[in-house]
């Protein structure tokens, strides 16, 4: 089956903590997004990457990290600098302008 | 960042009813984009206009560009229960720029 997999669907941080969220696809789309949803809300675009290798920030990358080593893989990495993490995450990939997402990962704060 | 403005916020709708939601912005668009989310899942896209005027259908599902390139409209029609969800427009500047994207339209049935 083609699709994007983010896991794991629930994650808890600690204080202090660094996390790292997994977005794998199998549709061999070269560009791949992260983006951040909070209740009620639409969507903010964090990093994006349109190529192995090479990324760019979002609208609201202040706290996060990313890397894109392989095609297939995107890791998000929340980090201690990030004062409010608690929402839900959607990782994306797209072929031309249409965009397929994972199903999300919710992060909330310990 | 910047938005698309999506009305109306959210809808109490009877089953059977027909649904109308739109997007508008102030730049001129070349891609829209109509998406459905449901409870903890990610967006699923539903429908996506490349130019303006074009009307697309999917189903009980109708959308449009706008002739001026910088709205777009969405119809449902004779709504049923799996039809909540909340409803996201995304519009493209080019294809140099990412997607801007409305709020999300929240559609309800009434009991």
């Known amino acids: 089956d083609g699709g994007i997999t983010q896991s794991p669907k629930y994650l808890f941080r600690k204080e202090g903590q660094n996390v790292t969220l997994s977005c794998e696809q199998n549709?061999?789309?070269?560009?791949m997004y992260w983006y951040r949803q909070d209740p009620g809300q639409g969507l903010r675009l964090i990093y994006y990457s349109q190529i192995v290798n090479d990324f760019q920030k979002g609208d609201i990358a202040e706290g996060y990290s990313v890397s894109r080593e392989k095609k297939e893989s995107f890791p998000l990495t929340v980090t201690s600098a990030q004062k409010n993490p608690t929402a839900f995450y959607l990782c994306?990939?797209?072929?031309?302008?249409?965009?397929?997402f994972g199903s999300g990962t919710q992060l909330s704060v310990l | 960042g910047q938005q698309l403005n999506q009305s109306p916020q959210s809808m109490f709708i009877q089953e059977g009813e027909d649904v109308s939601m739109n997007c508008t912005s102030s730049s001129i668009f070349n891609t829209w984009l109509w998406y459905k989310q449901d409870p903890g899942e990610g967006p699923v896209l539903l429908i996506a206009l490349y130019k303006a005027g074009e009307l697309t259908s999917n189903g009980r599902l109708t959308a449009q560009f706008g002739i001026t390139r910088k709205d777009s409209f969405l119809n449902i029609s004779a709504s049923i229960p799996s039809d909540v969800g909340i409803y996201f427009c995304a519009g493209q500047l080019d294809s140099n720029y990412q997607l801007i994207w409305g709020a999300g339209t929240k559609l309800i049935i009434k009991p």
């Open positions: 994306a990939s797209s072929i031309g302008g249409e965009l397929f």
């Open positions: 549709l061999n789309h070269d560009a």
